[in-house]
């Protein structure tokens, strides 16, 4: 049996309209400094003053969320027992207000132990709204909140599905201004998110439609929107199209990509969305080798020719340099800061997390640690995957 997780969603501009007709007493803003800097928190606020709720701000959130921010806004969540969590941010924001919130209603969970096989009888407190800030992470839609152990430098992976948003608010105006770096990582972590979706062990008849449309809007919108951050349009698009990938692989999964990109990104710094898109090309090399991959769909979508998988493949993954190399992103570990002696003395626990990475098992292809090891250094030095 399956089933299809959707938030309510209110999109298009003036969708934070929607926050002037919200019922309750009090709300939890969980955002980071950036964003209350700007003044992105006033939009919100000032629809709140208008539903009449008081509110609180948590801007502590920093990239990357690690489990000590998240306990610390439980703890405050506590204290102010709000009736409405507000995740206003990126995926980290987001991300951060789901795993906040789990443990407001349930103190007594395990973190690291939520899966979506546990029910926890959440919105006995509070609901939750997502309000994303960047076009790219779909967290704003998804089961999911990806969180970082400092102590341990891994990422930590919650999954359930009570923990998609009641509400999710894709109002454009809050990605205007994002700076072209910022668009190009999170456009291609969208365009990851819709590729993985379509492509994995879990894709479905429901998945399929919302990845192959997301893909579309990405290749359409995603270079207007770096090469001028004022196109209103295709910022709406695309902000669009980081939701409905979300709603593609939130009811699916991901896959390879994800493994390795966690992995290495919570190592070496590098933001989630970069460091998951530069391995989707090797992923990709690496897959077609399975004999059950999906990619002349995706070709076909991206308006290439391919007569077969292996075409399709090399075609994609052509398509996929040129975008890097028109967004300024790296195509390699080397050019995203990893030297070879960090590799060597990081592989192990390159690997290591890598494996236990949920979406490692939903690839088509699941590599061994052999696998792994080679996947890292190919992707070191740019070399084509031959194995």
């Given at each position: 049996m399956w089933q299809f997780k959707s938030p309510f969603i209110t999109f298009g501009q003036d969708a934070l309209d929607y926050l002037d007709s919200l019922r309750g007493r009090h709300a939890f803003i969980v955002t980071d400094a950036n964003i209350a800097r700007f003044g992105l928190t006033d939009y919100v606020t000032e629809h709140l003053d208008n539903a009449g709720l008081t509110y609180t701000l948590f801007e502590r959130v920093e990239p990357e969320p690690s489990l000590q921010t998240v306990r610390a806004a439980a703890a405050e969540m506590m204290r102010v027992q709000p009736d409405w969590i507000i995740g206003l941010g990126g995926g980290s924001c987001m991300d951060a207000a789901k795993a906040a919130w789990l443990l407001y209603e349930r103190p007594d969970v395990d973190l690291e132990g939520v899966t979506p096989m546990e029910q926890f009888g959440l919105r006995s407190k509070a609901r939750l709204i997502a309000i994303p800030t960047t076009?790219?992470?779909?967290?704003?839609?998804?089961?999911?909140?990806?969180?970082?152990?400092?102590?341990?430098?891994?990422?930590?992976?919650?999954?359930?599905?009570?923990?998609?948003?009641?509400?999710?608010?894709?109002?454009?105006?809050?990605?205007?201004?994002?700076?072209?770096?910022?668009?190009?990582?999170?456009?291609?972590?969208?365009?990851?998110?819709?590729?993985?979706?379509?492509?994995?062990?879990?894709?479905?008849?429901?998945?399929?439609?919302?990845?192959?449309?997301?893909?579309?809007?990405?290749?359409d919108y995603l270079p207007r929107a770096f090469a001028n951050g004022?196109?209103?349009?295709?910022?709406?698009?695309?902000?669009?199209?980081?939701?409905?990938?979300?709603?593609?692989?939130?009811?699916?999964?991901?896959?390879?990509?994800?493994?390795?990109?966690?992995?290495?990104?919570?190592?070496?710094?590098?933001?989630?969305?970069?460091?998951?898109?530069?391995?989707?090309?090797?992923?990709?090399?690496?897959?077609?080798?399975?004999?059950?991959?999906?990619?002349?769909?995706?070709?076909?979508?991206?308006?290439?020719?391919?007569?077969?998988?292996?075409?399709?493949?090399?075609?994609?993954?052509?398509?996929?340099?040129?975008?890097?190399?028109?967004?300024?992103?790296?195509?390699?570990?080397?050019?995203?800061?990893?030297?070879?002696?960090?590799?060597?003395?990081?592989?192990?626990?390159?690997?290591?997390?890598?494996?236990?990475?949920?979406?490692?098992?939903?690839?088509?292809?699941?590599?061994?640690?052999?696998?792994?090891?080679?996947l890292f250094r190919y992707a070191f030095d740019g070399r084509t995957i031959d194995f």
């Open positions: 076009s790219g992470t779909g967290s704003e839609t998804t089961l999911a909140a990806v969180l970082t152990d400092i102590e341990l430098h891994r990422k930590v992976t919650l999954g359930s599905y009570e923990l998609v948003p009641d509400v999710a608010i894709v109002d454009p105006r809050f990605v205007m201004k994002l700076p072209p770096s910022v668009t190009a990582d999170t456009g291609m972590d969208a365009l990851t998110h819709a590729i993985e979706g379509y492509s994995n062990r879990m894709r479905n008849d429901f998945s399929d439609g919302l990845a192959l449309n997301a893909i579309r809007l990405v290749l004022e196109d209103a349009a295709a910022r709406e698009h695309m902000h669009n199209a980081a939701t409905i990938a979300g709603l593609a692989f939130g009811n699916s999964q991901t896959g390879l990509s994800h493994a390795l990109g966690h992995s290495f990104g919570a190592l070496f710094k590098v933001p989630h969305g970069r460091a998951v898109s530069l391995f989707l090309p090797y992923v990709i090399q690496y897959e077609v080798g399975s004999g059950m991959s999906r990619y002349t769909e995706i070709a076909h979508t991206m308006r290439l020719h391919a007569h077969d998988e292996r075409e399709a493949a090399r075609v994609v993954t052509g398509r996929l340099r040129e975008l890097q190399a028109k967004l300024n992103l790296p195509t390699t570990l080397k050019q995203a800061g990893a030297t070879a002696e960090q590799l060597d003395e990081l592989m192990p626990r390159l690997i290591a997390n890598a494996e236990m990475d949920s979406q490692l098992v939903m690839n088509m292809r699941v590599p061994d640690a052999q696998d792994l090891e080679r």
